[in-house]
């Protein structure tokens, strides 16, 4: 039997996991000598946390038997990687690969793009793949047919009930938003808990600091009990003239509605209708709380506008997409109207932008294919800049790169013209699109920023052997990639080869936090009124403020191996591997939400009053509360730069 990537460790080694497979109704029945012989045909492999097990356009040649942790079925419903939802959520003892038993089955497929799902590994798991010919060999047996009819029929019951309800609900409300969203990722979190005991002024004092309207009680196993709002303590506490006598849990609101982390967004927005409450606590599987989803975190996900401008974009050809970036800007200016965080407005303007770039480059590649015809490898094109960091709102310059696989011997000089033609046509159709063309040529229209594997392998070695200032601006730079458009697996083999030569060239790296620390972040440790008497009168708050924060969290993601993420999962990831405590992390997204926020407003200000776009902020045109809150932000930022040279031993 195969092992792939689990090491030297075999099945035979592991007890839990043969008896798992032998007791599988798809083997369960077989004889010693046939169960050995479809276990040889069998590949063994695990995956570690994140890892992508299935690819959504590779071919299907079996099914998947997940033998421990827990992996997730996605569907990808944006142009960039991490747009995607999730399906189902499959833990051991689970299988994968139903829905293409047509294809086993002999059965013909019209549709020529059939959009499939992809499998990723939420924890460390270990699957066996379990080949079309071993499902053959045991297609004879009875019970073996039975149970993978119940496993289809199972399967296209949830499918429909699922899908009808969507239906219903996109009519509804309008889909400005995907319906099949999770609320891990709409809930605010952690939950505001107390325990039952709490005298009742403690628990109004604990909601006045935290300046909520809710908090929830838990019991002594930190399970939940219920939930206290401000109406709660007003009609049971102040007006029945109770004082100080109550506790939590005789307060409390007891009877809950609550839902589950991974249930769908259509889920929470019919209990809230259903049971017209205004806060639906998330529990875990214990009832433990982890968060909390109001009404208004699901309606701020109905972007204004958003669904029309992408059906426009979807539509645009050479005459109409010029008028695609006015279209977004009025997104832009309701978003910034309805006083919408910085953080949801990157996410729903960033959303537009990769839609109107993907349509370029899909533009891009039909003309080039229609001149040259199919692309003699595959390709993956990346943005880099403040596109790749998902922080675009009005539209800057262009700031990209192309990759392409190594092509066969004899195959070179035709690869770089294709995907030289390519380059200069993705950067013409975008500055067709309003994009500035990049002063510094980091566009896939120069041959610095477009090239096969091998070739960047040797640049990256180039900046790596020379860490000159020069090298590690376009270091920087070039760090802020984010993958948009092509070949998945291409995508992976070169976010590994950078990862590998960053572990090679440490030495850049660590020059790089040399030269953080040389540039530190000023903090403006003095009263506001005395900001004039010291002459500060102004900050640049993306060359003084925002690189730096985005330098440091991009120095710390690579030496401990993350290549590739915006600088919220870069800030999550850290966390996750203990580099960044949880309340530093806390005071970093505020210090990150507090920039784009001062940024956002202060530049769409002078756009709308026709002003010339720039970074530098006027303290004198500030609010005071925005002054504190930056003061605030200058300090956490510099104790990023102070924990970056700490972790290259700089004192």
């Known amino acids: 039997m195969k092992r792939g990537r689990y090491g030297s460790m075999t099945l035979q080694e592991n007890k839990e996991f043969m008896n798992m497979i032998e007791n599988h109704?798809?083997?369960?029945?077989?004889?010693?000598?046939?169960?050995?012989?479809?276990?040889?045909?069998c590949d063994l492999k695990a995956y570690r946390k994140n890892e992508k097990v299935l690819y959504a356009k590779s071919p299907r040649e079996g099914l998947l038997l997940i033998l421990e942790g827990i992996t997730e079925v996605c569907v990808q419903t944006g142009t960039s990687r991490e747009n995607r939802e999730v399906l189902e959520v499959l833990e051991a003892g689970e299988m994968v690969g139903f829905s293409s038993l047509a294809d086993f089955l002999g059965e013909p497929n019209p549709h020529e793009d059939s959009v499939t799902v992809e499998v990723h590994s939420l924890e460390p798991s270990v699957c066996l793949h379990i080949p079309y010919e071993v499902l053959e060999s045991r297609w004879h047996d009875e019970d073996v047919r039975e149970y993978v009819l119940r496993q289809v029929a199972v399967r296209l019951r949830e499918i429909y009930s699922s899908l009808a309800e969507q239906v219903k609900l996109a009519n509804q409300w309008g889909e400005s938003d995907?319906?099949?969203?999770?609320?891990?990722?709409?809930?605010?979190?952690?939950?505001?808990t107390i325990n039952q005991d709490t005298p009742v002024d403690e628990v109004a004092r604990t909601m006045v600091e935290a300046g909520t309207s809710s908090i929830l009680v838990t019991g002594k196993e930190e399970e939940l009990l219920g939930i206290i709002t401000e109406k709660d303590l007003v009609q049971r506490v102040v007006s029945a003239g109770e004082g100080n006598k109550k506790t939590a849990?005789?307060?409390?609101?007891?009877?809950?509605?609550?839902?589950?982390?991974?249930?769908?967004?259509?889920?929470a927005m019919s209990s809230f209708l259903m049971h017209r409450v205004k806060h639906l606590p998330v529990v875990d599987e214990n009832r433990r709380p982890v968060g909390m989803v109001t009404l208004s975190d699901l309606l701020r996900k109905k972007n204004r506008g958003q669904f029309n401008i992408i059906q426009e974009i979807e539509s645009s050809n050479a005459e109409t997409l010029p008028d695609v970036k006015h279209a977004i800007y009025s997104v832009l200016g309701n978003l910034i109207q309805d006083g919408m965080p910085a953080f949801h407005i990157?996410?729903?303007i960033t959303t537009l932008y990769d839609r109107l770039v993907y349509h370029c480059v899909e533009m891009a590649a039909e003309e080039v294919r229609k001149e040259h015809g199919e692309p003699p490898v595959t390709f993956a094109f990346f943005l880099m800049g403040s596109a790749g960091r998902r922080e675009q709102f009005l539209l800057t310059d262009q700031d990209h790169f192309l990759v392409y696989d190594d092509p066969e011997e004899g195959g070179e000089e035709k690869a770089d013209t294709y995907f030289k033609t390519l380059g200069e046509k993705i950067t013409s159709w975008m500055e067709h699109?309003?994009?500035?063309?990049?002063?510094?040529?980091?566009?896939?229209?120069?041959?610095?920023?477009?090239?096969?594997?091998?070739?960047?392998?040797?640049?990256?070695?180039?900046?790596?052997?020379?860490?000159?200032?020069?090298?590690?601006?376009?270091?920087?730079?070039?760090?802020?990639?984010?993958?948009?458009?092509?070949?998945?697996r291409l995508h992976d083999r070169f976010t590994g080869l950078v990862a590998d030569q960053l572990e090679k060239s440490r030495i850049f790296l660590y020059r790089a936090a040399e030269e953080e620390k040389q540039n530190p972040v000023p903090t403006l440790d003095q009263p506001i009124r005395a900001l004039f008497r010291m002459k500060k009168e102004m900050l640049d708050i993306k060359l003084n403020v925002l690189f730096p924060f985005h330098h440091s969290l991009q120095i710390l993601s690579a030496k401990y191996g993350m290549i590739e993420g915006t600088p919220k999962q870069q800030i999550e990831r850290l966390t996750e591997e203990k580099v960044f405590s949880e309340r530093f992390a806390d005071e970093l997204q505020f210090a990150y939400e507090v920039i784009l926020h001062i940024r956002v407003s202060q530049a769409w200000k002078a756009h709308m009053q026709g002003e010339k776009a720039s970074s530098k902020i006027y303290f004198r045109k500030m609010k005071t509360r925005d002054k504190e809150e930056l003061m605030l932000a200058l300090k956490t930022i510099r104790s990023l730069q102070n924990q970056l040279a700490s972790s290259y031993g700089m004192p």
């Open 346 to 348: 990157m996410e729903a």
């Open 25 to 41: 109704p798809i083997f369960s029945g077989a004889s010693a000598a046939e169960f050995r012989s479809l276990l040889d045909r």
């Open 249 to 267: 849990g005789e307060t409390a609101t007891l009877e809950l509605v609550t839902i589950q982390r991974h249930a769908y967004y259509y889920e």
């Open 178 to 192: 995907p319906f099949i969203r999770r609320v891990q990722d709409l809930m605010n979190e952690p939950a505001l």
């Open 433 to 488: 699109a309003g994009y500035k063309l990049c002063d510094g040529g980091m566009m896939a229209s120069f041959p610095a920023w477009r090239g096969n594997l091998s070739s960047w392998k040797k640049r990256l070695r180039s900046w790596g052997l020379r860490a000159t200032n020069e090298n590690i601006l376009l270091g920087h730079n070039f760090l802020s990639l984010r993958f948009l458009y092509g070949d998945e």
